[in-house]
């Protein structure tokens, strides 16, 4: 049996330009932070014939082109495994809130089939490989920040080429500010999910028109990353904090669909009791609501009076792992 363990994320700044329809002309730049929020995937080899497979739902197929799971098709496909074999994912957080769920899947699905065919694979490569699933096999509106953050880990910065190729670099911060940063964020789940390609739809049809209204935003964004970027490496949390309400103004201009009255009257209510600055993590439209609190009590105590459920949290320096090869 095979376990693996691959972290969700939230995104600091810069999160839109890691799709190819912004990238390819003008490069990106995305600041991510791995979570102690994980998806596991576990392969196992089976007596039964077929492939049984065990997610939100169970499958049990006897070819590949059967299994109605897109991901787990494609990515069995890949690794060219055969029939007579389980796999098993679960998550601590549910699929659809922002956390880049699909794509800590597909990296930890491949990474387990990687160590059940007994080969090593580097986060790059991992990265690279469950990025191609999705974006190009299954021609998702998706980007490239979830994958590559759940392949390394960490607070992570990720430069996009127009060429494809992506660099990868710790954000220089301090033990202090990395503290900072983990007692003051917090999470909460708004009470619903929602589905990000519709998001990623329009601004992919966007960009790809050079709609200037969109290009303008991005880039504005991009800039964004970098002053996040300079801030928190200076030490400056603060700093860093006004600009994330920047952020999200921008953010919202992008697509009516990424906010609504409901997401907009607890972000008035947040920063009314306790909140600094903040923004919906992901794509937008539902999930988690990420602040930065001066005030964690007042925080907490006015986003429980309005039904919503924190989630704590802590970063993650490993990236995906194998926890169990037997």
Not at 4 to 19: E, F, K
Not at 163 to 173: K, M, N, R, W
Not at 297 to 308: F, H
């Amino acid at each position: 049996m095979i376990i693996t363990r691959t972290p969700l994320r939230i995104s600091i700044g810069g999160g839109g330009t890691d799709l190819p329809s912004y990238y390819e002309s003008f490069g990106g730049f995305v600041i991510s932070a791995a979570i102690n929020k994980y998806v596991y995937i576990t392969v196992n080899r089976t007596f039964r014939p077929g492939y049984l497979l065990k997610y939100a739902e169970t499958e049990h197929t006897e070819t590949l082109d059967d299994i109605k799971h897109g991901l787990l098709r494609e990515t069995l496909r890949l690794m060219e495994i055969e029939p007579m074999v389980e796999t098993v994912s679960i998550a601590d957080v549910p699929a659809g809130t922002g956390t880049g769920s699909s794509g800590s899947f597909t990296v930890g699905l491949l990474h387990a089939l990687y160590a059940f065919k007994r080969r090593k694979i580097s986060a790059e490569e991992l990265a690279r490989t469950a990025n191609h699933i999705e974006m190009n096999i299954l021609g998702e509106p998706c980007g490239k920040q979830d994958h590559y953050i759940a392949a390394y880990g960490g607070l992570t910065i990720q430069e996009y080429h127009p060429d494809g190729s992506v660099t990868i670099y710790p954000l220089q911060v301090s033990d202090e500010t990395i503290r900072d940063l983990g007692e003051n964020l917090m999470l909460f789940f708004t009470g619903y999910s929602r589905r990000a390609a519709n998001i990623l739809d329009d601004q992919k049809a966007k960009s790809e028109k050079g709609d200037s209204g969109m290009l303008e935003n991005l880039h504005f964004i991009k800039d964004l990353g970098l002053r996040i970027k300079d801030r928190l490496e200076g030490g400056d949390v603060l700093g860093f904090a006004e600009l994330m309400n920047e952020h999200w103004e921008h953010k919202k201009a992008r697509s009516k669909n990424i906010s609504n009255d409901h997401v907009n009257k607890l972000y008035d209510i947040a920063r009314e009791n306790g909140a600094l600055s903040g923004k919906l993590v992901g794509a937008g439209s539902g999930g988690f609501l990420m602040f930065y609190a001066g005030d964690k009590a007042a925080l907490r105590a006015a986003m429980t009076a309005e039904g919503l459920q924190e989630m704590d949290f802590s970063f993650d320096f490993d990236g995906s792992v194998v926890e169990l090869r037997r």
